[in-house]
């Protein structure tokens, strides 16, 4: 007589075993879900930069376009063709992740709260002044106009001071290369929509119109 209750058994087993498996893995979820918060919490306590990073405002720009941002305290930041950035502001820093491509920065300077680019394997801190970062793979180049910035290189020990009219770039070598005078007419020559370029191969320039363009050059000889 038993033996039939099978029939009404068997169907209300299986929704208690799914009911089982599903609740496994509710529990599995959730207990992934708070180590993942937690080891996150972790990261953030060690690396708060990355923090800001999250919380930054992105800009770019796509081929061939302009963008000028205005900041909360006056500073201006231009950003030419194919680029972005992001920037975090608080009571205590102001820092810009220049993530691809040029930008030219005109900083309103406050002493309480320093202003740094970071770029490639370092970054740049004003010192009040206008200048221009420019990233190509890992090389960073840094043109000064006026005032002075300090470029900390990721492996030198102390930072480079560039004044206005000079320049330097870093990341091929791991350090930041010695100053040198700056051909700011040609650095520069992007903000008034014009390319200008010197003691370039053809290659060179045509590497460098595509930045401009959505069109790419192939340059089979590269004499002359």
Not at 98 to 108: D, H, K, P, S
Not at 166 to 181: C, H, K
């Amino acid at each position: 007589d038993l033996a039939a209750l099978s029939r009404v058994a068997q169907p209300q087993l299986r929704q208690a075993q799914r009911f089982y498996a599903r609740s496994r893995a509710k529990r599995r979820w959730r207990a992934a879900g708070l180590a993942a918060a937690a080891m996150l919490a972790g990261i953030l306590a060690l690396n708060p930069a990355i923090w800001h990073w999250l919380n930054a405002e992105p800009y770019q720009t796509a081929k061939g376009m302009r963008r000028t941002v205005l900041l909360s305290d006056g500073t201006s930041i231009e950003l030419n063709t194919d680029s972005a950035l992001r920037v975090f502001y608080s009571g205590q820093r102001r820092t810009v992740w220049l993530e691809r491509g040029e930008a030219w920065f005109n900083v309103f300077h406050d002493s309480d709260r320093p202003f740094e680019v970071v770029a490639g394997d370092g970054r740049i801190r004003d010192i009040g002044t206008q200048f221009n970062v420019r990233l190509d793979l890992d090389r960073v180049s840094v043109a000064v106009r006026d005032g002075e910035v300090a470029v900390f290189a990721k492996s030198q020990s102390a930072p480079l001071h560039v004044n206005a009219g000079q320049q330097t770039r870093y990341g091929e070598a791991g350090g930041a290369e010695p100053v040198q005078t700056s051909d700011l007419m040609a650095i520069s020559a992007w903000r008034n929509r014009i390319l200008l370029v010197k003691n370039r191969t053809f290659a060179e320039v045509a590497e460098e119109l595509e930045r401009y363009h959505l069109v790419r050059d192939d340059v089979e000889d590269d004499a002359g």
